[in-house]
C-alpha cells in the first residue's frame, strides 16, 4: 500500500490505471481513525491514492477525510468493503461515510435562462474531458440557447416560468429530474426556487452569482457596482438553502477593477470570474472533494 498525504488535484486523474474509488469520511474526531481507514483499505487489497484530512480541533472537535483508492475487482469488492466499513468506522467510531466507484461519473443537470457564458463555458469543459460528469440535460425558462445546446449533444428543454405562481414549472422540473441526475447547477438561472422544490428535488444544487449580494441586489449589479466605485468584482458558488444565497460556500474569487473601467468592462471581468469559479465548484463536487458540514464547507482541491 501507498500513502500520499497532500497529494494535488490532479493526482487522482492521472494516477495509476484501473477502478478507483472515493471514501469520504465525516465525524468527532478521536485517535485511530486515519489507522482504521487505512487497515480497511489495505486488507482489501485497496492501493491508497490520495489522503486528505483535517479535523478543526485534534481535542474532540469535527473530524474530515477524503481517500481515493485502486482495487481490482472494485465493483465486486464493494459489499465486503462496505462491511468492513460498517464495522471499524461506524460501529468503532460512529462516523458517517460515502463510497463511491468514480467510474461512474455523477449526473447532472444545469439550469439556464438567457445568460449563456457559464452553461456553454461548463458544456465546453465537459466536452473536453474537464469535468468527469454526465451532462443529462440542459432545463431554461427561455428557447435561446436551445440550438447551442444541442449542438453538445445534450438535450435541452424549456420549461416557462412566469409570474410569482412558479408551481407548474417546478412540478414540471421534478418530472424530468427525479431518478435522472445526481445534482443540479444553476448556471445563471434567474429564477428563485421555492423551499418546496429544494425539499423535493432531493439531490444538490449548486448556485453562482456575483459576489455583491446583499450590496447589489436585483437587475444591473455591474451598472450599480460601477455607480459606487467598487474595487474588486467577484463571484461565489455556494450550496442552494431555503435561505436565499445564504448557503455553504464552495468557491470565491476576485478580480481587481479601477475607475477607468465602463460597466461593461465590469460585467465582462464578472463573467470570466463567475465561469472560473462555477466550473471549479463543479469539478470539485463531482470529484468528492467538497465536505459539507452544517452552514459549513471543507474544500479538498
Known amino acids: 500500500m501507498t500513502l500520499a498525504q497532500d497529494t494535488p488535484a490532479r493526482a487522482v486523474r492521472s494516477g495509476p490505471p484501473g477502478p478507483q474509488a472515493s471514501?469520504?469520511?465525516q465525524g468527532a474526531d478521536a485517535t485511530g481513525i486515519v489507522a482504521a481507514v487505512t487497515s480497511v483499505l489495505s486488507g482489501h487489497g485497496a492501493n491508497i491514492v490520495s489522503l486528505d484530512q483535517y479535523s478543526d480541533d485534534p481535542q474532540g472537535g469535527a473530524f474530515f477525510q477524503r481517500t481515493v483508492f485502486g482495487l481490482e475487482g472494485l465493483r465486486a469488492?464493494?459489499?465486503?468493503?462496505?462491511?468492513?466499513?460498517?464495522?471499524?468506522?461506524?460501529?468503532?467510531?460512529?462516523?458517517?461515510?460515502?463510497?463511491?466507484?468514480?467510474?461512474?461519473?455523477?449526473?447532472?443537470a444545469i439550469f439556464a435562462?438567457?445568460?449563456?457564458?457559464?452553461?456553454?463555458?461548463?458544456?465546453?469543459?465537459?466536452?473536453?474531458?474537464?469535468?468527469?460528469?454526465?451532462?443529462?440535460m440542459v432545463i431554461s425558462n427561455h428557447p435561446d440557447v436551445a440550438d447551442e445546446v444541442r449542438a453538445f449533444g445534450v438535450p435541452f428543454f424549456h420549461v416557462p416560468c412566469q409570474g410569482a405562481d412558479k408551481a407548474a414549472a417546478e412540478a414540471e422540473h421534478l418530472r424530468l429530474?427525479?431518478?435522472?441526475?445526481?445534482?443540479?447547477?444553476?448556471?445563471?438561472?434567474?429564477?428563485?426556487?421555492?423551499?418546496?422544490?429544494?425539499?423535493?428535488?432531493?439531490?444538490?444544487?449548486?448556485?453562482?452569482?456575483?459576489?455583491?449580494?446583499?450590496?447589489?441586489?436585483?437587475?444591473?449589479?455591474?451598472?450599480?457596482?460601477?455607480e459606487r466605485g467598487v474595487k474588486l468584482v467577484g463571484a461565489t458558488a455556494h450550496y442552494v438553502t431555503e435561505k436565499l444565497d445564504e448557503g455553504p460556500i464552495i468557491e470565491q474569487d476576485v478580480v481587481r477593477v479601477t475607475h477607468a473601467h465602463?460597466?461593461?468592462?465590469?460585467?465582462?471581468?464578472?463573467?470570466?470570474?463567475e465561469r472560473a469559479v462555477l466550473?471549479?465548484?463543479?469539478?470539485?463536487?463531482?470529484?468528492?472533494?467538497?465536505i459539507r458540514d452544517g452552514n459549513h464547507t471543507i474544500v479538498f482541491a
Open 113 to 136: 435562462s438567457k445568460s449563456d457564458h457559464c452553461l456553454l463555458d461548463l458544456l465546453w469543459r465537459h466536452r473536453q474531458g474537464q469535468l468527469p460528469v454526465t451532462v443529462s
Open 177 to 226: 429530474l427525479q431518478g435522472n441526475v445526481d445534482f443540479v447547477v444553476l448556471a445563471r438561472y434567474m429564477q428563485i426556487l421555492s423551499a418546496d422544490f429544494i425539499d423535493r428535488v432531493g439531490v444538490p444544487i449548486i448556485n453562482i452569482h456575483h459576489s455583491f449580494l446583499p450590496a447589489f441586489i436585483g437587475a444591473g449589479p455591474y451598472a450599480k457596482a460601477k
Open 262 to 273: 465602463t460597466a461593461s468592462d465590469l460585467t465582462r471581468r464578472g463573467a470570466d470570474v
Open 23 to 25: 471514501l469520504v469520511v
Open 77 to 108: 469488492a464493494l459489499p465486503a468493503l462496505r462491511a468492513d466499513l460498517d464495522r471499524n468506522l461506524v460501529d468503532g467510531f460512529g462516523l458517517r461515510y460515502t463510497l463511491r466507484d468514480l467510474s461512474t461519473p455523477k449526473r447532472l
Open 279 to 290: 466550473s471549479r465548484a463543479v469539478l470539485w463536487h463531482a470529484e468528492d472533494r467538497v
